[in-house]
C-alpha cells in the first residue's frame, strides 16, 4: 500500500484527556497518571441529539472533535469509518437486563441506540455529511482493521476521511467475561495528499512480527486493556515525533504501521507551524 497522509489526532482516555494535553505523556516527558474522564458534552450535537447521546456517542464525538481542531477540513468533508470491538456496552446492559425481566420493557431510545452505527449516524446528522461512512467490529483487533478500511478508503476513493476508534469500560456482569476497566478513544483524520497540516505519512503492511507493547507499565495495562488503546504505540510514536514503526494487533498477520514525520516543524499541540518545504 502507498502511503497516505495523517492530518489530525484526536484522544481520549484516563489521563489522556485530549491529543494536546497528552503528548508529553505519550512522548515519555511526563508521568502517566490514570485519571477518570470527566463528563463530555458534545459541541456540534443539536440539543435534542445531545439529550439523548449515549456514552460510546460521547466519546465518538469527544475524540472526533478534538481531531477536528487540528484541521482545516470541514466535517462535512470528511469520509468516516467507525469501529468498537464491544459498541455500546451499557445500552447492551440495559437491553439485556429489560429482557431478563417479566415484562421485558425495552426503552425505546436504547432500542434506537443498540446498533453499531449509532455514533457515526449521529456524526452525520450533526456536521451534514453524506460521504460514505462504514463501521466494524474485530474484537482486538478493530483498530487495526478499521485503519485498514480507512487507508483503503483514503487512498482507493481519495477521500478525506475520519477515523474513529471507541470502547468503553464493560459493566458487571459482562465484565466477568470480557474485562474492559476503562473507557479509550482515538481519532484520526487521514488524507489521500499532503496539505499544510500534514504531520506524518503512514504506510501499512501485513507482518509476522509480534505486537509493540509499551515501557510504562500502566500505559501497558490500559493497552492491553481495551481494544481502542492498541492504538497507543502508533500514537506513541508520533507524540514523540522523528518516524518509527508500530506492530498492530490484526487477527492474523500483525499491521506494521510506519510513521514518517513531514518536513514542517510542529508545536506542542500537533498542529504545523510555518510553510511545508517544497
Not at 487507508?151 to 478525506?160: C, P, R, S, Y
Not at 467475561?177 to 495528499?193: D, M, N, S, W, Y
Amino acid at each position: 500500500m502507498k502511503s497516505l497522509y495523517l492530518e489530525a489526532v484526536g484522544l481520549a482516555g484516563p489521563g489522556l484527556p485530549g491529543w494536546r494535553d497528552s503528548r508529553a505523556v505519550l512522548a515519555g516527558e511526563s508521568p502517566y497518571v490514570a485519571q477518570e474522564l470527566t463528563p463530555y458534552q458534545p459541541l456540534l450535537l443539536p440539543p435534542n441529539e445531545r439529550r439523548r447521546a449515549t456514552q460510546i456517542v460521547r466519546l465518538a464525538f469527544r475524540v472526533s472533535e478534538d481531531a477536528l481542531a487540528g484541521t482545516k477540513l470541514p466535517a462535512a468533508e470528511l469520509a468516516t469509518v467507525f469501529a468498537s470491538a464491544e459498541g455500546d456496552t451499557e445500552v447492551m446492559h440495559r437491553i439485556n437486563h429489560a429482557l431478563a425481566q417479566p415484562a421485558r420493557l425495552i426503552s425505546p431510545t436504547d432500542f434506537h441506540n443498540s446498533v453499531h452505527n449509532a455514533a457515526p449516524g449521529y456524526w452525520s446528522i450533526a456536521v451534514g455529511s453524506r460521504l460514505p461512512s462504514t463501521s466494524l467490529a474485530a474484537y482486538d483487533a478493530s483498530f487495526a482493521a478499521a485503519l485498514t478500511e480507512a487507508a483503503a478508503q483514503t487512498l482507493g476513493d481519495e477521500l478525506n476521511t475520519l477515523l474513529t476508534v471507541c470502547d468503553l469500560r464493560m459493566p458487571v456482569p459482562l465484565a466477568e467475561k470480557r474485562p474492559i476497566a476503562e473507557a479509550f478513544g482515538v481519532a484520526l483524520v487521514l488524507t489521500p495528499r499532503r496539505t499544510a497540516q500534514s504531520l506524518a505519512t503512514l504506510r501499512l503492511e501485513d507482518t509476522e512480527l509480534a505486537e509493540t507493547t509499551l515501557d510504562d507499565p500502566a500505559l501497558e495495562r490500559l493497552r492491553a486493556t481495551n481494544p481502542a488503546a492498541r492504538a497507543l504505540p502508533l500514537l506513541e510514536l508520533l507524540a514523540r515525533g522523528g518516524g518509527g514503526t508500530a506492530h498492530l494487533p490484526a487477527g492474523g498477520p500483525t499491521l506494521s504501521v510506519t510513521v514518517e514525520t513531514v518536513g514542517a516543524a510542529h508545536g506542542r499541540d500537533g498542529r504545523a507551524h510555518g510553510a511545508l518545504p517544497q
